[in-house]
């Protein structure tokens, strides 16, 4: 019977730990809980300056902690906080951290918090001084650290209290949560169009006129090309790549090789709307055409369903009120090719013997690049000097290009909007710089042609 009694007590203080434990991991403080306000204060920071929590109102993710140099996983929670603030800082998360050391704080407490945080490396996050555990006390804090994140209003969305073994991750998936962040990663990672489904061994052809179009050999890409589009006159790839292979030819003086361009982009995009070469071709007549803002919406239209990984790499932009109409992007000459766009990157070699044969050979005779790889793009001219091209996302930048273009255009600044424009659907092409049958930019070439000047 004593053994039995026994068991029994062990077994509901057992009960009761578990209890106690859930309900610490679970609930941070006494007095608020999720859902409600969190209760205003005006505070100290280490140099004595006020801060209220009101400041935070409107920002779109705010972590708030109470914490002490006593409690040991203090340091760890603050870490795990800095390192958050520093991922999705440019995302609007900040952190407001509430030092609770107590009565016994010493006279030298900010000196000490400084060194403190110091010694464990921990950046990024604001500290405020509770000397009086006013805030402590508001809030109920049950123990130390305590942490909870407040909405835009204020508003508690999630707490906890200590800091358990999966804290970080569990604040990182609640940041990318609220901010949005999670299903801006997962609609990214969604295909952007339903590419058109090709016979296997015609989509081997295809790619190897990729290959050879991006090592500026357009004649043999148009060749191999050809026969492609004879099998399959409905691969609207073919017909947006065909058009980009006879914008090379036009630079080198084929001549209605421009017109052939022209009613290849459109047939592409004929066939398929969502075409990105088809569409960047298209705006690249709309330009020569002068209908700018027709080119502006055919660009904006190929960026958007051209894959992340897939768009030009372009220089940074610098702010517009450091620009002016003169200072525009003024001259694209050096610029190298980007990736295809649109998915179309080649398959590589996975051609026939034919195809091996006939690449390598091509390659061994001009002397080309290899292919697939963006190459690096220099600076382009303008004020405050547009550095070079980074390893950094391309979408915003190349959309960066094509809000200022619209600026520029609803300003009345044709010609600056016009650089810009042309270099994005520069890209978006990947025309090589250089080909086989000239020097230099292609669309220079053809320019320079147009206005009777050597090329």
Known sequence: MVCIRRLTWLAVALAFMITAVETTSAAAFKRVKAGDAAPGFTLPDLDGVPVTLDEYRGSPLTAVCFWAMWSPKSALILGDLGRLAAEFGTNGFRVLAINAEGADAPSDLSDRIRSYLAEHQITGVRIVVDRDLEQYSTWGVIATPATAFLDADLVIGY???GRPSSAYEDMRDHIRQVLGLAEAEAERARPKRERYRADKRLTLHYGLAHTLYARGQFSKAAR?????????????????????????????????????????FDKAVQLDGTVPMGLAGQAHFALEDGDLVR????????????????????????????????????????????????????????????????????????????????????????????????????????????????????????????DLLARVIRGLLALPEKSGGGKGDPMERMRRMKQGQKP
């Open 159 to 161: 707490e906890f209290s």
């Open 224 to 264: 191999k090309l050809k026969k492609v589009i004879k099998q399959d006159p409905d691969f609207p790839d073919a017909h947006a790549l065909m058009g980009a292979i006879d914008l090379g030819l036009a630079s080198e003086g084929r001549k209605g090789a421009e017109d052939k361009a022209r009613a290849s």
């Open 295 to 418: 080119a502006l919406d055919l660009c904006r239209k190929a960026v958007s369903y051209t894959e992340d990984a897939d768009l030009p790499a372009l220089p940074p932009l610098p702010p517009r009120s450091e620009t002016t109409e003169t200072e525009a992007p003024a001259s694209d000459a050096g610029e190298a090719p980007a990736e295809p766009a649109g998915g179309e990157k080649p398959p590589g070699n996975t051609a026939g013997a034919e195809e091996e044969s006939e690449a390598g050979q091509a390659g061994a005779d001009e002397g080309a690049q290899p292919a697939g790889g963006t190459q690096e793009v220099e600076p382009v001219a303008s004020v405050a000097e547009i550095g070079p091209a980074q390893a950094a996302p391309q979408a915003p930048t190349v959309l960066a290009y094509l809000d200022r273009a619209g600026e520029l255009l609803a300003d009345g600044q044709e010609e600056p909007a016009r």
